[in-house]
């Protein structure tokens, strides 16, 4: 289906933004996305749009690099009250889930959905990274594992 605005979001989804900036309206067929810059310099944030308006092929950049008004800090102080980032770990939601998968846990620091202001080429940095006991839901975690005796 063809759309003639865009919709983003700039803090993991909290709230969309519309932006008619695609004029007339385009069948979307592909998104780009691109982050391009050092990390000593402030970073490029270009989308590029690949798609139709009837049988003409289409490709309009959009460019978000002006968008945040500061560099992110306290990427290794991740979760405390002056950091623009929080701790973050991959888990299966369980009653007894306590982040470990497959015999790891790994924690990220990733920007705070309400951090105005721009990660850079710091998307998700492995802030810590610890072995954990297996369980039975890690069935691939060891060569062999078998669960104890009694357990599901």
Known sequence: AATHQLRYSLDGGASLHTCGALGAPLNVSNVLTRVTGSAADSAQ?????????????????????DTWPRQCAGATRAGEPDSDYERWTPHVRSQSDDGCALGRRTWYARRRSDARCDAGWQRELVAADERCACTALDYECNYCFEPASGAV
């Open 45 to 65: 944030h270009v989308f590029l749009l690949h798609g139709a308006r009837g049988s003409r092929g289409v490709l309009a950049a959009l460019d978000f690099s």
